[in-house]
C-alpha cells in the first residue's frame, strides 16, 4: 500500500516552469513504478512521463520530450516533475500514479495507487 501526495501545481503563463511534488508514504518510491499523467477537461487521462525500477529508467510521451523531466528523490521518498517551456495544451489536473511490481507505464489501467491530482493552468 502506499499513500501519495502531489503539490506544486499553480497557474504560470506560456514559457514558464512548474514543478510537482508527489509524495509518498508506505514503501520506497524506488520499488515501484511511478508514472505522471494529467486530464484536461472534456478528455481521458494521459500518460506524461514514468520512472521505472531500481535503475530509474524513464520514459516521455513524445508531446513532453525535451520540456519534462522526471525524477525522484529516494531519501525524501518524493517523485518529481520539471516542467521547462510550458504551453497553453499542458493545462491539466496532473496525477501521480504508483505500482509495484511489472507495470505497462503508459496506460491508466497498468497503476493501481492514484494521488488527488494538482492542477496546472498555463496562459497565453
Known amino acids: 500500500q502506499v499513500h501519495l501526495v502531489e503539490s506544486g501545481g499553480g497557474l504560470v503563463q506560456a514559457g514558464g516552469s512548474l514543478r510537482l511534488s508527489c509524495a509518498a508514504s508506505?514503501?520506497?518510491?524506488?520499488?515501484?513504478?511511478m508514472g505522471w499523467f494529467r486530464q484536461a477537461p472534456g478528455k481521458d487521462r494521459e500518460f506524461v512521463a514514468a520512472?521505472?525500477?531500481?535503475?530509474?529508467?524513464?520514459y516521455y510521451t513524445d508531446s513532453v520530450k525535451g520540456r519534462f523531466t522526471i525524477s525522484r528523490d529516494n531519501a525524501k521518498n518524493t517523485v518529481y516533475l520539471q516542467m521547462n517551456s510550458l504551453k497553453p495544451e499542458d493545462t491539466a489536473v496532473y496525477y501521480c500514479?504508483?505500482?509495484?511490481?511489472?507495470?505497462?507505464?503508459?496506460?491508466?489501467?497498468?497503476?493501481?495507487?492514484w494521488g488527488q491530482g494538482t492542477q496546472v493552468t498555463v496562459s497565453s
Open positions: 520512472i521505472m525500477g531500481r535503475v530509474g529508467s524513464t
Open positions: 508506505g514503501r520506497a518510491v524506488n520499488s515501484y513504478g
Open positions: 500514479a504508483a505500482q509495484y511490481g511489472s507495470v505497462r507505464y503508459q496506460e491508466v489501467s497498468g497503476y493501481t495507487f
